[in-house]
């Protein structure tokens, strides 16, 4: 019997291993439970999937150097954020969004040159 936890999944493809380190950082810190899968696929679908499948509706998707957050009811290819080639401080607030998506909390800021 397969049991599934109620947790962010984030859906990876070739995806750079310290963006990964530092979005299931920011999940973390939230407190809520992650999952990364490895899987195949363009960036949108990844994250579509990894929403859809997730028991709490949020969803990652990472492709090599590229990072979206998605959530169950938008549709494929609306992605909440998009982050290509960022630094790391946006992958850790986009991990925390995810989460912060399930607390129903305000996001942290994830654009912008530096980190406020």
């Not at 947790?7 to 963006?19: G, P």
């Not at 949020?58 to 150097?65: F, L, Q, V, Y």
């Not at 401080?89 to 998506?101: E, M």
Request: proline letters at 3%.
């Amino acid at each position: 019997m397969v049991v599934n936890k109620p947790s962010v999944l984030i859906y990876t493809d070739h995806a750079d291993e310290d963006y990964l380190r530092e979005v299931c950082a920011g999940i973390e810190e939230e407190g809520v439970l992650y999952e990364v899968v490895a899987s195949q696929g363009g960036l949108d679908e990844l994250a579509y999937r990894a929403a859809k499948d997730s028991m709490l509706g949020s969803g990652i998707g990472i492709r090599k150097g590229r990072l979206a957050m998605q959530m169950r009811l938008l549709p494929e290819g609306r992605n909440v954020f998009e982050l290509n080639q960022p630094q790391f401080w946006q992958c850790r607030a986009l991990g925390a969004n995810s989460a912060r998506a399930v607390k129903k909390m305000p996001f942290k800021e994830i654009y912008g040159d530096e980190q406020r």
